[in-house]
């Protein structure tokens, strides 16, 4: 058996090179304070209907985004290829097809293949929830037949074409692509 390590012998950075080709790290600080303020790199979507990416994972099929809402009422109905991971940071939501809601500070998991409309309160002025999305979204009518979808793709190009339209340099989205 050997002895306990000293904590200064723990302190020590791993001493051989990272695995070849591994994509930088990602690290956005303010993203619970500062990235919530209204400013125009908020992504349109449509005229209440905004996001702010924060990792746009092209070869990984996913992306991580802040959704914020300005109105109340149907926002989408759609239907997930892949799981999604919910954190209501400001105001409540909730699916017209469930009996639960996702009010600030919840956590909430959506299961791949689920179908649902999500609906925003009449009283909540503005929601705010981070977004895990893998694979994308099939954009649906009530019986299900495809009207659209969105992707890591379709979101890329999105905050892409609006960078530039605010006159930011064409590389400022690559700080989000992994």
Same mark, same amino acid.
């Given at each position: 058996?050997? &002895?306990?390590?000293?904590?200064?012998?723990?302190?020590?950075?791993?001493?051989?090179?990272?695995?070849?080709?591994?994509?930088?790290? #990602?690290?956005?600080?303010?993203?619970?304070?500062?990235?919530?303020?209204?400013?125009?790199?908020?992504?349109?979507?449509?005229?209440?209907?905004?996001?702010?990416? #924060?990792?746009?994972?092209?070869?990984?099929?996913?992306?991580?985004?802040?959704?914020?809402?300005?109105? @109340?009422?149907?926002? @989408? +109905?759609?239907? *997930?290829?892949?799981?999604?991971?919910?954190?209501?940071?400001?105001?409540?939501?909730?699916?017209?097809?469930?009996?639960?809601? &996702?009010?600030? !500070?919840?956590?909430?998991?959506?299961?791949?293949?689920?179908? *649902?409309?999500?609906?925003?309160?009449?009283?909540?002025?503005?929601?705010?929830?981070?977004?895990?999305?893998?694979?994308?979204?099939?954009?649906?009518?009530?019986? !299900?037949?495809?009207?659209?979808?969105?992707?890591?793709?379709? %979101?890329?190009?999105? &905050?892409?074409?609006?960078? %530039? @339209?605010? !006159?930011?340099?064409?590389?400022?989205?690559?700080?989000?692509? +992994?």
């Amino acid at each position: 058996m050997t &002895a306990p390590a000293k904590p200064d012998e723990l302190a020590i950075p791993y001493q051989l090179p990272q695995v070849p080709f591994m994509t930088p790290d #990602l690290v956005l600080p303010g993203v619970m304070s500062q990235w919530l303020e209204d400013d125009e790199l908020w992504v349109p979507v449509t005229k209440s209907v905004s996001f702010k990416p #924060l990792l746009l994972n092209t070869s990984g099929g996913y992306y991580i985004n802040l959704l914020r809402v300005r109105q @109340s009422g149907v926002l @989408s +109905r759609h239907r *997930h290829t892949g799981g999604v991971h919910a954190i209501v940071l400001k105001g409540r939501w909730y699916y017209l097809e469930h009996d639960w809601v &996702a009010e600030e !500070g919840s956590f909430a998991y959506e299961p791949p293949g689920e179908t *649902h409309t999500l609906y925003v309160p009449e009283d909540v002025e503005e929601m705010v929830t981070w977004f895990h999305v893998q694979g994308g979204y099939t954009y649906v009518d009530p019986q !299900g037949v495809a009207v659209g979808y969105e992707d890591v793709f379709t %979101k890329l190009e999105n &905050a892409r074409a609006h960078y %530039k @339209s605010l !006159g930011l340099p064409d590389d400022y989205i690559e700080q989000f692509i +992994r």
